[in-house]
């Protein structure tokens, strides 16, 4: 097959040892595929090399070990060894700066692999990036050595559609989107994933509309929450439960499927949420086209750590206490439940809000790096939940983690001030344990609850 070795072992590079680099690794090298990451952060592969998983995913940390210590995954700062691989899969980050791609770290691993590609390779490219920006950037970046795309190397983009937290098993179970650049391209990177893990392939008649694959279901999501979110704050001016209305109205059948409205929250975080439907708005723009629901939902999902910040201020004052000198255990740094991912994690809005306010806020988060929520927020987290809870008149629950189902807030009541609210962000406690709350002197409040 053009552009894929018909060789029962096949070997890859990987760019990028992010998330989503270092989880696509180690599947790979745990299948079998000989592979080697590569990252310019020394810090990035010196915690590898010194056999640091630095993502909290169930699986990961085993998988990627066990590569590491059996020699199928290499890391390295060093792209020569990309010249001497069968694919090449391109997972460098792609933030955004307002509505615009910071294309630095896509730039860099494209020139560097151009100036190493040889006849034959296959490229693949799972970093997030904006319709057409595969064909008109990465593509001529690469023919930048003299190799020409569709000719003597293939190129193709495979969007990346995992969900922290179950990341091992969607790679494994999720269908494939493949876009190619010629139907070469396309066939030899379908056949390089249906070999290596097995997995389905969605073929897509360009890379333009693999590209917006993972747009659309971004800014599906994004939109959802929004709505969620809203439904919320009207629930909760109403004093009705919003978790009982979702649970209700997602029964009602439409389509192939069930309505499926998402769950309110603290607010949307992380790498992908936050940025991508910001993608997709740029490159309406660019087009001539103004996609309001983008905006809408961005300044929706955005406005909701004010709304906590009002939420636990609105408490205290119904328990006869203001937010100045106040204790306020936060539980919970990261963006999403059962990560430790501070990626643009709403979380951090609503802690200096607080503080600025004047309230001593505790955080402590276990799936966490100690020293990121020191840099990101600027203080030093509790060492542990009683330790954060020590004297709190509000314990904010704002990353739901099954690590949290272990605190007893009743029994540690002697613990907490003697006047104390639990404001749920992201727990979603079921109606008894309100009711417990409540019968043991703790007020309970949640988003639209």
């Not at 992201?426 to 309100?434: S, V």
Request: aromatic share 6%.
């Amino acid at each position: 097959m053009k552009f894929l070795t018909d060789r029962e072992k096949i070997s890859a590079a990987v760019l990028g040892m992010g998330y989503v680099g270092t989880a696509v690794a180690a599947v790979l090298a745990g299948e079998g595929v000989d592979v080697v990451g590569v990252d310019v952060d020394p810090e990035v592969i010196g915690r590898l090399k010194a056999r640091r998983c630095p993502f909290h995913e169930p699986g990961l940390p085993e998988l990627l070990l066990g590569a590491l210590d059996s020699g199928g995954l290499r890391v390295t700062t060093d792209y020569a060894p990309v010249g001497e691989v069968d694919v090449v899969i391109i997972a460098v980050g792609t933030p955004v700066r307002g509505t615009e791609l910071v294309d630095a770290q896509l730039r860099g691993a494209c020139e560097q692999l151009a100036a190493r590609l040889r006849p034959g390779q296959l490229v693949l490219l799972k970093s997030t990036v904006p319709p057409g920006v595969s064909r008109k950037f990465v593509a001529p970046l690469l023919e930048g050595g003299g190799l020409k795309a569709g000719v003597d190397f293939g190129l193709a983009f495979c969007p990346e559609r995992l969900s922290e937290g179950r990341a091992l098993h969607e790679l494994r179970t999720f269908p494939i989107a493949v876009g190619g650049w010629c139907r070469d391209s396309a066939r030899a990177a379908a056949a390089f994933w249906r070999r290596t893990i097995g997995a389905e392939v969605i073929d897509c008649t360009s890379m333009e509309s693999a590209e917006m694959v993972k747009l659309a279901g971004n800014w599906w999501i994004d939109h959802n929450i929004a709505m969620a979110n809203e439904l919320a704050r009207l629930c909760g001016a109403l004093d009705v439960d919003v978790l009982e209305v979702i649970a209700v109205a997602n029964t009602m059948r439409k389509g192939a499927g069930n309505v499926n409205i998402l769950l309110p929250s603290v607010g949307v975080g992380g790498s992908c949420l936050t940025k991508d439907p910001w993608m997709v708005w740029r490159a309406a723009r660019d087009r001539g086209l103004d996609l309001e629901t983008v905006r809408v939902a961005r300044r929706v999902n955005d406005s909701m750590p004010a709304h906590t910040v009002d939420l636990i201020d609105r408490e205290l004052a119904r328990l006869g206490l203001g937010l100045d000198g106040t204790r306020i255990a936060v539980l919970g740094a990261a963006f999403k439940n059962n990560t430790g991912d501070l990626r643009a994690t709403p979380v951090l809005p609503v802690v200096a809000a607080l503080r600025r306010k004047g309230a001593d806020v505790a955080v402590f988060d276990p799936l966490a790096d100690p020293a990121e929520i020191h840099k990101i927020f600027g203080l030093a987290p509790a060492a542990s939940a009683r330790e954060a809870l020590k004297g709190a008149a509000c314990v904010a629950v704002l990353a739901g983690h099954d690590a949290f189902d272990g605190i007893d807030f009743v029994a540690l009541r002697d613990t907490l001030a003697e006047s104390c609210v639990i404001v749920d962000g992201r727990a979603y406690y079921p109606r008894e344990t309100i009711d417990r709350f409540r019968r043991n002197g703790l007020a309970y409040r949640g988003i639209g609850r």
